[in-house]
């Protein structure tokens, strides 16, 4: 259908169209699909996951940036009265909010290049479904799913995740599941989201913001990290890291989820 439409991938807007069945089945599977869900997809390309979905469930909405995959996708999911393809740039429009019911799910072959951003536009969402089935880079995958065992790995993102969901990789994708094949492989992550998010009632952007802070430094160690983004002094951090029972000599890849809630509290930070 590509090659009779003219069409190719394009690498700036980081498609890699999914070929591997098997690979298709496992990510449908991941999102335990039922009739009465409305599913959320991005970047859908030419509409082999998209009809998997819709063979499944009551809707689903897939938001689609490049046009030339729109016309494709009118062509592949013609026979699909239950799918709605909207053009739009996916970190411009409001995601959770683009389709007529609420999205219960939201199941994305997402490009590479953008995949921390449209995560956190996924997972930081009030609105935020309670599952969220991804295919993203393997670095990526092991970093959202990373503890504190994992410090190599162990990053703002991890904690961001992990604040928001239990993510699980269920998947190993080889990069020949891709056309045109990447240069990484690729993993298939499941994202269990919470009602609330883990760090609650404290405030979500002084948290989230003195967790990135401290990782711009994380070669640091916490009593000086701290000092250059978050606003204490050394004596103040140490202080606080102290009253949370954290050594001030650790470095943030070290702190666990409930090591960063308790020095948030320890500092003050405002809640909700």
Known sequence: MLRRHGVRA???LGQRFLVDRAVLSA?????????DDDVLEVGPGPGVLTAALAA???????????????????????DQRNVRVIRADALKVDLLGVAP??????????????TTPLLERFLADDRRPPLVVVLVQREVARR???????????GYLSVFTQSFAEPRIVRRVPARAFRPPPRVESAVVVLRTRPRPAFAPLAQEPFLR??????????????????HEAGLDRERATTALTAAGIGPERRPETLSLEDWIALARAIGLPER
Request: proline share 5%.
């Open 144 to 154: 959202m799913a990373a503890t504190t065992s994992d410090a190599r790995e162990r």
């Open 56 to 78: 499944r469930v009551r809707s689903v909405t897939a938001v689609e940036v490049d046009p030339r995959m729109v016309a494709l996708l009118e062509e592949t999911l013609a």
């Open 10 to 12: 394009a690498t700036s």
């Open 27 to 35: 990510i449908v599977d991941a999102a335990e699909l039922s009739p």
């Open 101 to 114: 019911r609420p999205i219960t799910r939201i199941v994305a072959n997402l490009p590479y290049q953008i």
């Open 210 to 227: 003195l967790v990135s802070d401290a990782f711009r430094h994380r070669r640091k160690q916490l009593r000086s990290a701290l000092g």
